[in-house]
T-cell receptor
Framework: NAGVMQNPRHLVRRRGQEARLRCSPM?????VYWYRQLPEEGLKFMVY????????ESGMPKERFSAEFPKEGPSILRIQQVVRGDSAAYFC????????????FGSGTRLTVV | GEDVEQSLFLSVREGDSSVINCTYT??????LYWYKQEPGAGLQLLTY?????DMKQDQRLTVLLNKKDKHLSLRIADTQTGDSAIYFC?????????????FGKGTKLSVKP
């Protein structure tokens, strides 16, 4: 049973380009969460999605960032017109439909904006 | 707002016990978690405790919760070099949505042979 799969592991983008980060939840998990980790910081919640629905996007920057979790396929975190301050590790977690007992995290995508 | 505080560094000798401390501000926290992060890796859930519990033990790990002082600790018995990592404390507040965890900045545990 594969865990939470994120790709790519490392992503380098020039300022102004778009970054697309993918997350496939664990089998049987229908809830996905995205977090951002800046250097030397803890993780900050960004968004919580279920299939085709955004449940809580209170941690998402108002501009340039969007997330989706389509009926088929992985969840996507999209960052348009990246800036140097977007350089961070982006982690995805998933959980089953019910239960609040812990969240399984992927290995993250490390985004570097040059 | 909610905040989770941890000391940044802890150094212990192999075989000793490690105690990593965490304080939080939200008295309505429902679940409290400990995660381990090794270099370049994701977060591994170590254990969690529900806010109506005082203690939870799982093999070498013991979690103690003092709700009055809003203090959470993680004790690792017989610490090994493989325990060297960053340990994050996190809380889920009652008012937060599922999965909206508040993380501390992490405690870097160094285990000396």
């Amino acid at each position: 049973n594969a865990g939470v799969m994120q790709n790519p592991r490392h992503l380098v983008r020039r300022r102004g380009q778009e970054a697309r980060l993918r997350c496939s939840p664990m089998k049987g998990h229908s809830h996905v969460y995205w977090y951002r980790q800046l250097p030397e910081e803890g993780l900050k919640f960004m968004v919580y999605l279920q299939k085709e629905n955004i449940i809580d996007e209170s941690g998402m920057p108002k501009e340039r960032f969007s997330a989706e979790f389509p009926k088929e396929g992985p969840s996507i975190l999209r960052i348009q017109q990246v800036v140097r301050g977007d350089s961070a590790a982006y982690f995805c977690a998933s959980s089953p439909q019910t239960g609040d007992y812990g969240y399984t995290f992927g290995s993250g995508t490390r985004l570097t904006v040059v | 707002g909610e905040d989770v505080e941890q000391s940044l560094f802890l150094s212990v000798r192999e075989g000793d016990s490690s105690v990593i401390n965490c304080t939080y501000t939200d008295s309505s926290s429902t679940y409290l978690y400990w995660y381990k992060q090794e270099p370049g890796a994701g977060l591994q859930l170590l254990t969690y405790i529900f806010s109506n519990m005082d203690m939870k033990q799982d093999q070498r790990l013991t979690v103690l919760l003092n709700k009055k002082d809003k203090h959470l600790s993680l004790r690792i018995a017989d610490t090994q070099t493989g325990d060297s990592a960053i340990y994050f404390c996190a809380e889920r507040s009652y008012g937060g949505s599922q999965g909206n965890l508040i993380f501390g900045k992490g405690t870097k545990l160094s285990v000396k042979p």
